[in-house]
């Protein structure tokens, strides 16, 4: 029972944000609405204002919902549900929370750890027991101020059910397996004789674990050999069962695929003798997408343009329940990996039949967009449309053709269909540039493999006036497409992207302090206020790093049935409309398009809700999620693998993160992160300054800050966690704000002498969001 919280005499009858804040802080227990209605005294209609409250709280980010109830943000809840996962040096068991939100805790996407202690001096544990491997309630508490909590165990869910992910190294008995996760490095499971199952030297298996003994190795059993990682080219194996995503079509999938037929005309506009064409990355296998514009000859829009996006018409293919509809809905989307793509949907679809190639017959959904000279739209209209594209281009050949020096093949196009669409691109840039979207400007690394599968080299690739026009026109098709269901009162999926919440706020604000730029506190939140913080450090050092702080300050874009906008592009509505296959929501907003428009029997069913698509939402959103945590991964471990053989070779980098443990350290050639443990940085005690995001020595004054570009040398590479260690060789700040004394490194960098403490093992190498996908 809540305590009854009284308030004085003349007091509004609904409590404030801070007076509920500081009651969900302090609880103990499970807090939701009715234990705040009864600790407040609210009663009949006022609860209607404290739900309204409590929303506005959530929204702002100061509380944070989870099963149990509402607790503060960023802590978790007096309750949890937890994996038990290891044991620390004084045999604790260590537990993290099953379910975590990366943007969560202490900045650094890092779960918090739940120390559940064990009993001392030979006591008999008191109540409920669980081990190693167990899935488990715990009611829990903070321990202190870095993050930790202390637990006891309510109720054990699952009996050593933990899956433990790993590669198998042979023993002269059993043998021994290495975990994959970075958060178990350090920690391997011991594998007893006959408990190897298949396993071999090197191959990527799933464990069970088994009960252990206080102190030593955990033990475990080879429940599953999932392949072999002979070779670096097989790394992205890892990320597909860790991350439990499905790569293997089922047999129904397939058949139904194979059994398809290509389209007809029937109910289908003919547009075979448009000049449309596709433009896309020179590996594309799949092209979903084809554009063409001319100029309008209404005399009433003087200037302007007619814009045409065709778009592969995967909803003539995949029907809704089929065995292709299902799998789809559970892949959510295509995953891409350096060395690997794993589908939506089967090749015969994705590759074959949905696939606008050239000189085929394909059929499409076309949106006709008529744009003034000034880029504003005037009005659309969408078809069902066969289609043949005329040329297959990539964005180079495309542009050079526009610079004056393509190919044959691109030259071919340049007066009839190239030179149409940039003239109708400098018009839509003009309105974009009136609205003003979020303009980050972070480079986006692209791995490049040998034959092999081996790192080749690390580029960014140039970013052309040919990938701006298309990325433009495909925004202006998604907003036709919400447009056309909103006006037609069709349930859809828009793509939500919520403003930044006011935490992420504060936190943006000290991290600008700390490099002297101040943010506005007044006026709409709006992405011109980004922009402008943006183009004040254009020209200076923190411009990369500020980019970055910007991009991680932002909500995370969702699929969703209610319309909250799309803040980074500025819009009152947005949908994905145009990659169907390789995008679940795409499809549903093509069945939308087709029942809105009364173009054909499989469109979505008016038996489809809202609710129902909230719903949906929710699992292609988590689908989306998981798939960026994976090809993340994947790059940091291809990376690893990379620099395994450069262990003490020296780099530059950029001071990424700030921790009571520690720095992340971003490195400028590859972009790979890695990690500087406190305890190496010399022979002062530093302290965490969260404020200032920094760590400064108690004795010195020495400091170490976000965005400080900094002299690492490589101590450890662990390849199968993608975790790098580094060793900091650059002073920090001193009081007076410049580098401390110490030996001159190239280009007038100092940097110390490495530290002689023991080395630290391997932590978290703090990789980073990308953000959020438009």
């Known amino acids: 029972m809540a305590k009854r919280i009284n308030t004085q005499a003349g007091e509004p009858s609904l409590p404030s944000r801070e007076q509920i804040v500081a009651f969900i802080a302090r609880a103990t227990d499970t807090v939701g609405k009715r234990e ?41 809840p007096p309750v949890v549900l937890a994996d038990i996962r290891s044991r620390d040096r004084n045999g604790d068991f260590l537990a993290f929370p099953a379910e975590w939100d990366a943007g969560k805790g202490d900045g650094t996407g890092k779960p918090p750890t739940i120390v559940l202690h064990a009993p001392r001096g030979g006591r008999k544990p008191r109540g409920l027991t669980a081990g190693i491997g167990d899935r488990a309630l715990l009611r829990v508490e903070p321990d202190g101020a870095d993050g930790r909590y202390t637990g006891r165990v309510v109720k054990v869910i699952g009996k ?36 190897e199952g298949e396993a071999r030297e ?48 089922a047999e129904a999938t397939l058949a139904e695929a194979d059994a398809a037929k290509p389209a007809t005309m029937k109910g289908r506009e003919d547009w075979r003798d448009r000049p449309l064409l596709t433009i896309d990355p020179p590996d594309a296998k799949d092209h979903d997408d084809a554009v063409m514009a001319q100029a309008d000859d209404d005399a009433g829009n003087p200037g302007g343009f007619v814009v045409t996006v065709a778009i592969a018409d995967v ?79 990539s964005y180079a050949q495309a542009q050079a053709a526009i610079d004056g020096h393509g190919d044959d093949a691109a030259n071919a196009l ?64 998604n907003v036709a497409a919400a447009e056309t269901l909103e006006g037609a009162r069709q349930a859809l999926i828009y793509r939500v992207h919520d403003e930044p919440a006011i935490e992420k706020m504060r936190a943006l604000g000290e991290v600008l302090a700390s490099v002297g730029v101040k943010l506005p506190k007044e ?79 499989d469109g979505l069913s008016p038996d489809v809700t809202a609710a129902d698509l909230a719903q949906v939402g929710e699992q292609i959103s988590a689908a989306e999620r998981r798939a960026m945590a994976a090809e993340r991964e994947t790059i940091d471990r291809l990376i690893a693998h990379h620099l395994a053989d450069r262990v003490g070779a020296t780099f530059h980098g950029q001071i990424a993160g700030v921790t009571r443990a520690g720095l992340f350290i971003k490195l400028a050639d590859t972009g790979a992160d890695g990690f500087v443990p406190i305890s190496t940085l010399g022979a002062d005690y530093f302290r965490h300054e969260e404020g200032r995001h920094a760590l400064v020595g108690e004795r010195t004054g020495e400091t170490f800050r976000l965005g400080d570009k900094v002299e690492v040398k490589l101590v450890e590479a662990a390849p199968v966690a993608g975790a790098l260690r580094f060793e900091l060789l650059s002073e920090g700040r001193t009081r007076a704000g410049t580098k401390a004394s110490g030996t001159q490194a190239p280009g007038g960098r ?25």
């Open 523 to 601: 006026g709409a939140l709006r992405p011109a206020l980004f922009n402008r913080i943006l183009a004040t450090v254009a020209e200076t050092e923190h411009a990369l790093f500020i980019n970055e702080v910007v991009l991680r300050s932002q909500a995370q874009a969702v699929y969703g049935s209610e319309n909250l906008g799309h803040f980074g592009l500025n819009l009152r509505r947005y949908a994905h409309f145009t990659s169907p296959i390789r995008r679940y929501a795409d499809l549903i907003v093509h069945r939308a398009l087709i029942a809105a428009g009364r173009m054909g029997t």
């Open 36 to 76: 705040i209605a009864q600790a407040f005294g609210i009663k009949g209609a006022d609860k209607i204002g404290l739900k309204r409250i409590l929303k506005e709280i959530e929204e702002d980010g100061d509380i944070a919902r989870g099963r149990g109830g509402l607790s503060k943000a960023g802590r978790l």
């Open 750 to 774: 100092a940097f110390k002498a490495a530290p002689s403490g023991r080395p630290a093992g391997i932590r978290n190498a703090g990789t980073r969001h990308r953000g959020s996908r438009r």
């Open 414 to 477: 340049l007066d009839t269909a190239l030179r149409p669409l940039w003239a109708a691109y400098a018009a839509l840039r003009e309105a974009r540039d009136r609205r003003g979207p979020l303009a980050l400007d972070l480079p986006e690394r692209k791995v490049l493999l040998t034959p092999d599968g081996a790192v080749d080299r690390v580029i960014v690739p140039e970013r052309l006036d040919a990938h701006r026009l298309i990325e433009e026109f495909m925004i202006q098709a």
């Open 160 to 195: 050593n059910k933990a899956e433990i992910i790993g590669v198998f190294r042979e023993g002269a008995q059993g043998g021994r397996i290495v975990p994959v996760e970075k958060r178990s490095q350090g920690r391997e499971i011991l594998i007893p004789p006959g408990e």
């Open 202 to 249: 090197g191959d990527l298996v799933s464990v069970t674990l088994e009960r252990e003994t206080r102190f030593g190795l955990p033990r475990g059993r080879v429940r599953e050999r999932l392949g072999s990682l002979g070779s670096e080219k097989a790394v992205s194996l890892i990320a597909l069962h860790l991350h439990h995503i499905p790569h293997v079509f």
């Open 315 to 393: 909803a003539a293919y995949v029907r809704p329940g089929s065995a292709l509809d299902r799998e789809a809905l559970e892949r959510g989307n295509s995953v891409y990996f350096p060395d690997r793509v794993v589908p939506m949907l089967p090749e015969r679809i994705s590759n074959d039949l949905c696939s606008l190639r050239e000189g085929e017959d394909r059929p499409a959904l076309a949106v006709r967009m008529v744009v003034a000279a000034d880029g504003t739209k005037r009005r659309h209209t969408f078809h069902r449309v066969m289609m043949r594209s005329r040329a297959k281009l």
